[in-house]
C-alpha cells in the first residue's frame, strides 16, 4: 500500500532530494531522446538527397522550367520535411511534459488508484 510521503512529487523537486533529481534526470533524458531522434531524422533527410545526386549524376542535369531540379529540390522540398518534424516534436514534447507534470503534481493526482 502506497502512503502519500511513497509517491514523489513537487516537494522532491522543490526539497532537491534524489527521487526529485532522478525525476527531473529521467525527464531531461527523454527529452533529449527526442531532440535527437528528431536531429538524426531531420539530417537523413537532408543529406540523402545530395549523397542522390552524387551516386546519380543526371540528377543534377534535369530542368524545371529553366531551373535546376537541384535549387528546387534545396528551396522547397526540406520546407515541409522540417516543419513536419518540428510539428512532431513540440507535440512529442508537450506530451512529455504533461507526463512529468502528472507524476510530480499532487493536485491533480488520482486518491483512488
Do not use: K
Not at 535527437?36 to 530542368?63: D, E, H, K
Amino acid at each position: 500500500m502506497l502512503v502519500q510521503h511513497d509517491i514523489p512529487g513537487l516537494s522532491d523537486l522543490r526539497d532537491d532530494t534524489s527521487a526529485g533529481r532522478l525525476l527531473v534526470r529521467s525527464f531531461m533524458r527523454a527529452q533529449l531522446g527526442l531532440s535527437l531522434m528528431c536531429l538524426t531524422f531531420a539530417l537523413a533527410v537532408t543529406a540523402s538527397y545530395p549523397v542522390i545526386a552524387a551516386m546519380a549524376p543526371a540528377v543534377t542535369r534535369i530542368m524545371v522550367a529553366g531551373v535546376p531540379l537541384t535549387l528546387i529540390v534545396l528551396g522547397f522540398a526540406f520546407y515541409p520535411v522540417f516543419l513536419a518534424v518540428g510539428w512532431f516534436y513540440n507535440r512529442h514534447a508537450r506530451q512529455l511534459e504533461a507526463r512529468f507534470t502528472a507524476l510530480v503534481d499532487p493536485v491533480n493526482r488520482r486518491t483512488d488508484v
